[in-house]
């Protein structure tokens, strides 16, 4: 319930997109919003008061010189009692209108009297939205701190033409509704954190290689989760085949030498949650060709070299950042392993999980972890993989603001 005791006052205007802000009543409803619906005398050619009022379980408001509306509530109050106006549709002659403060209707009252957010969901002819009057209007209403979702591209409705012009979707529109009242904390706003995540790659030879079966799926969510929080994110992936996280700077490498690189370079930050299942080992010295079976002769050797261990790199740094977390994939005594790993690698947060194939957390959607510190653990149930990596930049948020 995003929305939960959230009032808005919904303004539709003329435009064939009105039919979508019924679907929009019903969304902004489920989250718990209370909608008040204002509908334009043209978007009634498009829509009725009895649909509008049936969805939104209110009274719809029509006119500006209703003597039962004035009584009731008046503009004014239609103004200032929400916690945002919502214009969807936004039609072209409403922007001009908004743009020019004229309140020669209900709409126009309200949103030249309102001291509250406005969000507006353009929806016109791409011709009229590339129109210069329109572009100037826009950029006026911008100017004014009117908040603006879509229009987006794609076919339109009436005349099959493409372009910019179709509203926005409903639940799209309901996303920036829930930004705009909920825009969270950001706790992190102005810190720079590295985050590695996935396997990496060792090559035995051009074709073949040593892996093993990290997803990148908790690493890559933790990135989103600090972003979310407000960090600056750099994202060292090894090869994986999810997509890069969104608000996220992501450097794609392929062994453990150039996560190492890749990490480095991007000191000095903040923060290091060192995700990633580097290979503890690599081929000593990789063939430039591939390796040929010979008949009849033994399988050739495969020389390992140790890998860099970039969590202590980091860790011991001169630049180490100010909070250093490490993963510790375990298949027995977990705990103690997290205790031992904590010091060895210059840590302040290790986070152990059970990695035993009976647990599906390679690879898998859940996780259940310990979070060991210098000052005691903490063990969370088991959890979606999303949820690990939010709670997790939440604690991170909370002890670094704390030292
Ligand atoms: O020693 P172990 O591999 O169990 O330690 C796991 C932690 O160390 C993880 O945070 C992992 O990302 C990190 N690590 C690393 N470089 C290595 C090996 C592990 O950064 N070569």
Not at 6 to 16: A, T
Not at 283 to 290: I, L, Y
């Amino acid at each position: 319930m995003e929305l939960h005791d959230k009032r808005i006052l919904l303004i539709i205007s003329g435009g064939i997109a009105a039919y979508k802000s019924l679907d929009l009543i019903r969304r902004l409803r489920e989250r718990g919003a209370a909608v008040r619906p204002v509908i334009t005398r043209s978007a009634q050619e498009f829509i009725t008061p009895l649909a509008v009022g049936a969805l939104s379980a209110s009274h719809v408001y029509t006119d500006l010189f209703s003597r039962e509306d004035e009584q009731d509530v008046g503009h004014i109050r239609l103004a200032r009692e929400c916690d945002l106006v919502l214009v969807a549709p936004a039609t072209a002659s409403r922007m001009a209108k908004m743009a020019h403060g004229l309140a020669d209707d209900l709409a126009g009252a309200v949103l030249l009297a309102t001291d509250r957010p406005v969000l507006m969901a353009p929806a016109m002819n791409p011709k009229m939205w590339d129109a210069p009057a329109t572009r100037r209007n826009l950029s006026t209403l911008q100017g004014d701190g009117i908040h603006v979702i879509g229009p987006k591209s794609g076919e339109m409705a009436e005349s099959g033409e493409a372009g910019t012009g179709r509203m926005a979707e409903p639940l799209e529109i309901v996303a920036a509704v829930v930004a705009l009242l909920s825009p969270g904390e950001k706790p992190l706003a102005g810190k720079r954190a590295i985050v590695t995540s996935g396997p990496t790659h060792e090559p035995i030879d051009p074709v073949r290689y040593i892996a093993n079966r990290s997803s990148g799926k908790q690493g890559h969510a933790i990135a989103a989760a600090l972003a979310k929080l407000g960090a600056e994110v750099t994202l060292v992936s090894g090869p994986v085949t999810i997509p890069d996280p969104a608000g996220v700077r992501t450097v794609h490498v392929e062994t453990a030498k150039d996560m190492l690189l890749a990490v480095t370079s991007h000191l000095p930050a903040d923060i290091a949650v060192m995700v990633a299942a580097v290979a503890d080992w690599r081929v000593a010295s990789s063939s430039g060709q591939k390796i040929k079976k010979q008949p009849g002769e033994a399988p050739p050797p495969l020389q390992l070299a140790e890998n860099p261990d970039i969590l202590k790199t980091v860790g011991h740094h001169e630049n180490r950042p100010r909070f250093v977390v490490g993963f510790a994939a375990e298949t027995q005594n977990v705990e103690e392993n997290g205790r031992r790993k904590l010091a060895a690698k210059g840590a302040d947060l290790i986070v152990a999980n059970d990695v035993s194939p009976q647990t599906g957390v390679m690879g898998g959607e859940r996780n259940r972890v310990m979070l060991i510190a210098e000052n005691g653990i903490e063990t969370w149930p088991d959890l979606d993989k999303a949820e690990v990596a939010e709670r997790l930049a939440a604690t991170i948020a909370k002890r670094l603001n704390a030292l």
